[in-house]
Structures are given as C-alpha cells and as structure tokens.
C-alpha cells in the first residue's frame, strides 16, 4: 500500500489564495520530500524535511511536519497560474535510506 | 546541465514485442530507479539500482527486467509486453550517502507507452 497519502486528491483556488495539501504516512520516517509534476512531465523536488524538523520554508513554500500523527502538509501563499500542477509527498524511511515511496497526489488547480 | 534523460518519450507498440526504454543520468549518481505512474495510483517502483550490477525489486516488477552495467546507464526492459504494462514510465537517479542533497531525486521526462 501506499506510504503517502495526500488529501485532497483534487483542488480548485483562484489566484491569489493559499493553498494547503495533507500527506499522511503509515511508518517510522527518516525524511518527507514534496514533488510537483506538471502534467505528464517528470516530477521536480520542491522541499525536504527531515523527521526532526517541524517546520520549513522556501520562497512560497511552507513545510510542516508532525511525526505524532505521522502527518505532513504543503502550503503555497499566494498562488499563482504557473502553481497549477500536481504535488506528491514522498517519504524516506527508517532503514531504507535509499527508497522514497510516493503517494497518489494533489491535483491543484489555480485559476485567474 | 545535469538531467535524467529517458528514451523515447513516447511509444506504441503491439503485445508481445521486446522493447527497451533507455535512462542515462549524467551526475555521477550510484542510485537509479524505475517507476511507472497509472492513474489513482501514484508512482510505483519497479526496480532499482544502489549501483553497478546490484538491482533489485521494487514494488511491482512483474513483467520487467532490468541491467546496470554501467553506472550512467539503467535500461528496462520489456521482454514481453502485455496491455496492462500501458503507462507512464519514469526514470530517476540519486546519490547515496549523508547531507540533505543526497536525498533529492532528479527524474527523467518521462515515457508513455501504449501496448495494443
């Protein structure tokens, strides 16, 4: 099964509004990473968090992580047409340090 | 200017028909990865690579193989075709070790493959 799951699998905002995605895992986690695909292009790394980090930013981007709940989210401020893609959480496990496991995605929709 | 580079990007073809799809990354990386995107299901790996001749199974490798001969290089191959391997096919790489940076992936364009 899927170690990532992202919640919504879809969403609509107007240009301008922030946008939030959830991911959740199942499993000890050495690091979280989010990727962004535009559509049926290959996936561009957006950001990591390590497990024993809470919180990061870059540029637009917004990070959070709580392991208690084994939980991660994406926020985008201020979105824009070009943010119109879709995001994919992928998780770094403990002992595997090599394998990522993605989840199914958000699709994000940004419109003028 | 480092890239992944996946050929070709596009291709039909008919059931039963060997096929390969080549993937070169040019960043020296021991790390390499073949997944395949299907609608609702996200990106699933099919094999990977810790580096030269040492492969082994992902997630879903039924009906694919692949080689590592040299670090540069990691083809999949199709040795036999069937319909339900139509998808979205993505190669990617990585380097191994410690710091932030070796986490990172760094995917190919990708392939979408048609088999009738």
Known sequence: ?112 | EAQVTQNPRYLITVTGKKLTVTCSQNMNHEYMSWYRQDPGLGLRQIYYSMNVEVTDKGDVPEGYKVSRKEKRNFPLILESPSPNQTSLYFCASRAIGSGLAKNIQYFGAGTRLSVL
């Open chain 1, 1 to 112: 099964s899927q170690q990532g799951e992202e919640d919504p699998q879809a969403l609509s905002i107007q240009e301008g509004e922030n946008a939030t995605m959830n991911c959740s895992y199942k499993t000890s986690i050495n690091n979280l990473q989010w990727y962004r695909q535009n559509s049926g292009r290959g996936l561009v790394h957006l950001i990591l968090i390590r497990s024993n980090e809470r919180e990061k930013h870059s540029g637009r981007l917004r990070v959070t992580l709580d392991t208690s709940k084994k939980s991660s989210s994406l926020l985008i401020t201020a979105s824009r047409a070009a943010d119109t893609a879709s995001y994919f959480c992928a998780v770094g496990r403990t002992g595997t340090a090599s394998k990522l496991t993605f989840g199914t995605g958000t699709r994000l929709q940004v419109t003028l």
